[in-house]
């Protein structure tokens, strides 16, 4: 055996679990898919949970969205715009993404807002992601540093479908270790925010296969990577979000064709994100009853 292979399936070993810790049907794509598609929210009057997406500049966010449409549609769609230069937000206005099963609206739907920065890059105001968290920022509102905060177009009454079922953090898996301190100080705001409006939070972690090397090999290998999952942990304690809310996927960037594996992630991800926002969903309407 060449010293090259043999150092190579060294560090293979070192950086590979013996079992994956997390079990993962890698052929159940159509069922997952089948069952998103069929889905029915827990409270029949309100017509879709909106799932609220938030994250530093480059983190992922518009390729996530794309990559959910990409699954559902069966090609690589590229309906929010993401920028593949990663210095600035690419996301200028707040808008809702609608995901379709072909023939209908799928009842979940997606914000994307301007990417956190630090101060002197700015990026998106703590206080409109707040007022998004309770459904008061306007469709098409422009995210704007220099007036953010200051009760410029923001909605003075609400309903179901404009409120925030699930927070969503998206972090880069390569880039959780280097993260700005001032993001994370942002980020802990909009997560007493959620928390004090019982919003449920998760995370989804991108880019996995620049984090590990044994998973850019093999996307199976996602969950006996060592490095991913200290990854998930990192993210754990910088957030505060418990590891059971936090999903590795690989978006969309590069492919032209869909691919199972990351399909299964995407979905995965997409079945336990909707089913923690529609719990809220449901103690919403159980809250409501009880006060009748």
């Known amino acids: 055996m060449g010293g090259s292979e043999s150092t190579e399936r060294s560090v293979s070993t070192v950086q590979e679990l013996d079992q994956p810790w997390r079990t993962t049907h890698w052929e159940g794509k159509e069922l997952l898919e089948k069952n998103l598609r069929e889905l029915e929210l827990s409270d029949s009057n309100v017509k879709y949970v909106r799932i609220l997406l938030a994250g530093e500049v480059g983190a992922g966010k518009s390729s996530f969205i794309n990559s959910i449409n990409s699954v559902f549609q069966g090609r690589i769609t590229t309906e929010a715009l993401a920028d593949a230069g990663f210095s600035r937000s690419f996301t200028k206005t707040y808008r809702t993404y609608y995901i379709s099963n072909g023939q209908s609206v799928l009842p979940f739907v997606f914000n994307d807002i301007m990417g956190l920065e630090s101060e002197e890059a700015q990026g998106a105001h703590p206080e409109d992601i707040a007022k998004s968290?309770?459904?008061?920022?306007?469709?098409?509102?422009?995210?704007?540093?220099?007036?953010?905060?200051?009760?410029?177009?923001?909605?003075?009454?609400?309903?179901?479908?404009?409120?925030?079922?699930?927070?969503?953090?998206?972090?880069?898996?390569?880039?959780?270790?280097?993260?700005?301190?001032?993001?994370?100080?942002?980020?802990?705001?909009?997560?007493?925010?959620?928390?004090?409006?019982?919003?449920?939070?998760?995370?989804?972690?991108?880019?996995?296969?620049?984090?590990?090397?044994?998973?850019?090999?093999?996307?199976?290998?996602?969950y006996t990577s060592k490095k991913i999952k200290e990854k998930m942990q990192e993210c754990s304690n910088a957030v505060g979000v418990p590891v059971s809310h936090i999903f590795p996927v690989k978006n969309y960037h590069e492919e032209i064709d869909p691919e199972n594996d990351m399909d299964v992630l995407i979905l995965r991800a997409l079945t336990q994100i909707v089913h923690i926002a529609d719990d809220l969903l449901k103690r919403k309407q159980r809250d409501a009853e009880a006060g009748n």
Request: aromatic share 8%; glycine share 4%.
């Open 133 to 222: 968290l309770e459904g008061l920022l306007k469709e098409g509102y422009n995210f704007n540093p220099a007036v953010s905060g200051k009760d410029v177009d923001y909605r003075s009454e609400t309903s179901p479908e404009h409120l925030t079922y699930c927070l969503v953090y998206v972090i880069a898996a390569d880039k959780v270790s280097m993260m700005n301190q001032e993001v994370f100080k942002k980020m802990k705001y909009i997560r007493e925010k959620a928390s004090s409006l019982e919003i449920p939070q998760a995370i989804i972690m991108t880019k996995v296969d620049e984090a590990c090397p044994l998973v850019q090999k093999d996307l199976r290998k996602i």
